[in-house]
């Protein structure tokens, strides 16, 4: 008998393709629970906490914009949240089905599946954030127009660190587990990081900048508080780092996972 060759030549970009990448965003979309708390409550939650009382006619000293914007901002950059990191968590879904390790006997690379895995959450990402600022439009919230242009910039790009660490919980829980932890724990960083309502001094103040979500929660508030140059760049810290150690975190628990195989 004739031994058989199998050719497992790596496909050009490591195995990333538009068809590749359109399987996964269908996939992702067909999770309706997912979808409906990404693309439907943050901008519900705007509806109710963005436009109650006179949040549409008060100006704070030194800002850009009214309340409402504040409120728009901050449920935009939660719905990013919500998408990345629920994006990336799929991979715990995945390995439970076995679908990871069918993935690891092809040619496919992992740093082209990691990829893929980032930019479908970001895509959904970026429909959640176009959607609550597209609401806020319509409705009420008021800034300068530099602020519609860089808040949801910053909102949605700032997400990435989310899918970073979507990807290390992912790897790190198990399937059954997984949605479980994400759904409090993001609620509980939101307001730890100052997301909802700005923490400014005393200890819970202090707190929050080591929190992952203080970082992405200032940046995008920003241009609308005229937050200083000093507030910026702690901010811009507060990412770079969280992001670092949700990479090498999400890095460490797949080389870990792929050794069980």
């Known amino acids: 008998m004739t031994a058989t060759t199998v050719d497992r030549r790596v496909p050009p970009l490591g195995g990333f393709s538009a068809r590749f990448l359109g399987l996964e965003l269908r996939r992702l979309l067909r999770n309706r629970r997912t979808v409906v708390f990404t693309l439907a409550m943050p901008p519900i939650f705007y509806l109710i906490f963005g436009l109650s009382g006179n949040y549409k006619t008060q100006?704070?000293?030194?800002?850009?914009?009214?309340?409402?914007?504040?409120?728009?901002?901050?449920m935009a950059v939660y719905g990013a949240?919500?998408?990345?990191?629920?994006?990336?968590?799929?991979?715990?879904?995945?390995?439970?089905?076995?679908?990871?390790?069918?993935?690891?006997l092809t040619p496919l690379r992992p740093v082209a599946y990691v990829g893929i895995k980032v930019l479908v959450a970001m895509s959904l990402g970026l429909a959640s954030v176009a959607i609550v600022f597209m609401l806020g439009a319509l409705s009420g919230a008021e800034a300068d127009p530099r602020v519609?242009?860089?808040?949801?910039?910053?909102?949605?790009?700032?997400s990435a660190v989310f899918a970073a660490f979507g990807l290390f919980?992912?790897?790190?829980?198990?399937?059954?587990?997984?949605?479980?932890?994400?759904?409090?724990?993001?609620?509980?960083?939101?307001?730890a990081g100052g997301l909802f309502v700005p923490l400014d001094g005393g200890v819970f103040g202090t707190i929050a900048k080591f929190v992952p979500t203080y970082g992405l929660a200032r940046l995008a508030h920003a241009a609308l508080?005229?937050?200083?140059?000093?507030?910026?760049a702690l901010a811009v810290v507060n990412i770079v780092v969280w992001a670092a150690v949700f990479?090498?975190?999400a890095a460490v628990a797949f080389r870990r996972d792929t050794q069980r195989v």
């Open 247 to 249: 990479v090498v975190g």
């Open 148 to 158: 519609w242009m860089v808040a949801p910039l910053v909102a949605w790009s700032g």
């Open 59 to 74: 100006y704070p000293d030194g800002w850009h914009g009214n309340v409402s914007a504040f409120v728009m901002i901050s």
């Open 169 to 191: 919980v992912g790897y790190l829980l198990p399937s059954e587990n997984v949605m479980q932890f994400l759904g409090p724990g993001l609620a509980v960083l939101a307001f």
């Open 225 to 232: 508080t005229g937050d200083s140059a000093g507030g910026i």
């Open 81 to 104: 949240m919500i998408a990345t990191t629920s994006g990336g968590a799929m991979v715990a879904v995945e390995r439970a089905q076995g679908w990871s390790r069918q993935l690891r």
